[in-house]
């Protein structure tokens, strides 16, 4: 197994006008937490989104285990399917995340597209609402709860795929010290799980 669960190599992402990344180069160990830190408008959103497989590149290389993941590989449903289900990520604004009808319905959508038992289903999203601690909200419509119940809510959604894996952008922002502690617990006990965690902030704290 290779010690790097991902890889880029002098990568470049340009928009009409604007070069939002230039010439990256990144390598990312296994499990533990990884801190990407850089101002408003750096590039992180950008390069998260190229990780799960949102945005091709422009130029450059990015592998991830054994996969070249190029826009060869991403025309291809099933490649999407496998990187997304390795690689999760947490957007900053949760509302762009959450879509449906329930918080329980939220969880197991993931889940679903996988072809998974209804069983199955059904077991990883009560034990991934144990997890968080948000077994009272299972029957809430996720766009009625507070910032920070969303926020878990969008974690639990992509917990529920079980990813390598998780992509936390900007996962402080607008919630209460309560909901930050509560994350940093989260993180820990990710850490302990041996996922590979990347964070991106612009507080260097």
């Known amino acids: 197994m290779k010690d790097y669960i991902l890889e880029m190599k002098n990568i470049t992402k340009e928009y009409p006008g604007v070069k939002a990344l230039d010439n990256v180069n990144l390598q990312i160990k296994r499990a533990g937490i990884h801190a990407l830190v850089g101002e408003n408008g750096a590039g992180k959103s950008t390069l998260f989104k190229i990780l799960v497989g949102l945005?091709?590149?422009?130029?450059?290389?990015?592998?991830?285990?054994?996969?070249?993941?190029?826009?060869?590989?991403?025309?291809?449903?099933?490649?999407?399917?496998?990187?997304?289900?390795?690689?999760?990520?947490?957007?900053?604004?949760?509302?762009?995340?959450?879509?449906?009808?329930?918080?329980?319905?939220?969880?197991?959508?993931?889940?679903?597209?996988?072809?998974?038992?209804?069983?199955?289903?059904?077991?990883?999203?009560?034990?991934?609402?144990?997890?968080?601690?948000?077994?009272?909200?299972?029957?809430?419509?996720?766009?009625?709860?507070?910032?920070?119940?969303?926020?878990?809510?969008?974690?639990?959604?992509?917990?529920?795929?079980?990813?390598?894996?998780?992509?936390?952008?900007?996962?402080f922002n607008g919630l209460s010290p309560k909901y930050q502690r509560l994350i940093v617990e989260l993180l820990k006990e990710l850490k302990t799980a041996g996922k590979t965690i990347i964070i991106s902030s612009h507080h260097f704290d």
Do not use: C
């Open 55 to 171: 945005l091709p590149l422009s130029s450059g290389q990015y592998q991830f285990n054994d996969w070249n993941v190029d826009a060869d590989f991403l025309k291809d449903p099933s490649n999407a399917g496998h990187l997304y289900q390795q690689v999760g990520l947490i957007f900053q604004n949760s509302d762009i995340q959450l879509f449906n009808t329930t918080v329980a319905e939220e969880l197991a959508f993931g889940p679903r597209q996988l072809g998974l038992s209804e069983i199955k289903i059904e077991k990883r999203v009560k034990d991934t609402l144990a997890l968080l601690e948000i077994e009272h909200l299972k029957d809430r419509i996720p766009y009625h709860l507070s910032g920070g119940e969303k926020k878990l809510v969008a974690i639990a959604s992509v917990l529920t795929m079980n990813p390598s894996v998780l992509l936390f952008d900007e996962p």
